[in-house]
T-cell receptor
């Protein structure tokens, strides 16, 4: 079993839909990151969370430390949100990231 | 633009060869991280340097080595290349060693033929 599991692996949505991507982890962490990777390959850091909830524009990230679970929500999805979303956990020492397998999102107009 | 610069962007080389990937971190960032993204294994942490010193090691092969120079740029050296080393290699940087946002470069696409 991988230390970081994401679901779903693939997701297709219609423009405007509310989207949720889930991440579960099995190790102790100091923080959790949500990353976005566009088809060109570049990776953008969306959120870094150690507790609670963060919001940036249409994106919301939550984490439940006790349940070792995080969710990334996209409200009013748009085709430009189409990308691979990757969950990564930072170890307790804070110097290593372990990545989930990614969720490939396609938003259709 | 993350501020992290990686060169080259694309590289094609033959098996058995050696290549060097270069990374310039964001201005002011002392930590540099290297990651490998392959089709079969996804993203994996390779190694971290902080202010010139190695701080953490992940799934880095013995054929691979890295260093961080006094001006804080870093190089990842890949030797005796095999077909399976074909991947996208990312460099990332952060201000400190922990608890900071990590900024990724655009990656270096390595194809071994």
């Amino acid at each position: 079993k991988n230390e970081v599991e994401q679901s779903p692996q693939n997701l297709t949505a219609q423009e405007g839909e509310f989207i949720t991507i889930n991440c579960s982890y099995s190790v102790g962490i100091s923080a959790l990151h949500w990353l976005q990777q566009h088809p060109g390959g570049g990776i953008v850091s969306l959120f870094m969370l150690s507790s609670g909830k963060k919001k940036h524009g249409r994106l919301i990230a939550t984490i439940n430390i006790q349940e070792k679970h995080s969710s990334l929500h996209i409200t009013a999805s748009h085709p430009r949100d189409s990308a691979v979303y990757i969950c990564a956990v930072r170890n307790n020492a804070g110097n290593m990231l372990t990545f989930g397998g990614g969720t490939r999102l396609m938003v259709k107009p | 633009d993350s501020g992290v610069t990686q060169t080259p962007k694309h590289l094609i080389t033959a098996t058995g060869q050696r290549v060097t990937l270069r990374c310039s971190p964001r201005s002011g960032d002392l930590s540099v991280y290297w990651y490998q993204q392959s089709l079969d294994q996804g993203l994996q942490f390779l190694i971290q340097y902080y202010n010139g010193e190695e701080r953490a090691k992940g799934n880095i092969l013995e054929r691979f080595s890295a260093q961080q120079f006094p001006d804080l740029h870093s190089e990842l050296n890949l030797s005796s290349l095999e077909l399976g080393d074909s991947a996208l290699y990312f460099c990332a940087s952060s201000i400190g060693t922990a608890g900071n946002t990590i900024y990724f470069g655009e990656g270096s696409w390595l194809t071994v033929v």
